[in-house]
């Protein structure tokens, strides 16, 4: 089973056996914005720093950036998403990820927060 972390910008991080990353955003940040209109995603090949604003979700309430939760090369992005936002809202944790990287350092997941970290983190948002 993949492991799934979690950052406090509240994206979420699939470590693969090929040491790709899968990144979207949480449960929580869909909620949190609403229905989801427009998503613009990072080019394959973009080159980013860890907690570098990478991609833009737009909701009916607000914009908001994704950031990098580890730094790395984009191999992929989410076209589906792209076409059809609303995907996030329903499968914000699934098949509505946004893009994929070829991260720097595969062990660098270990500073993000497990999903327990995470709901515990989230219990101290007001």
């Known amino acids: 089973m993949t492991q799934i972390y979690f950052s406090e910008d509240h994206e979420w991080v ?4 090929d040491g790709i990353a899968t990144i979207g955003i949480t449960d929580h940040a869909q909620e949190a914005l609403g229905d989801i209109v427009f ?8 080159v980013v720093g860890k907690a ?5 979700v737009e909701s009916v309430k607000a914009a908001s950036d994704v950031y990098a939760p580890l730094a ?4 992929e992005a ?9 995907l996030v809202n329903t499968q914000a944790e699934s098949g509505a990820w946004f893009f994929r990287l ?23 948002l007001s």
Do not use: K
Request: charged share 25%.
């Open 14 to 17: 699939a470590l693969g056996a």
């Open 78 to 86: 989410n076209q589906a998403i792209v076409d059809d936002p609303a």
């Open 102 to 124: 070829r991260l720097d350092d595969a062990a660098a997941v270990n500073g993000l927060m497990d999903r327990a970290a995470y709901e515990t983190f989230l219990g101290t």
């Open 52 to 56: 570098e604003a990478v991609a833009v």
């Open 72 to 75: 790395g090369t984009v191999v």
């Open 39 to 46: 998503v613009e995603l990072p080019e394959p090949g973009r």
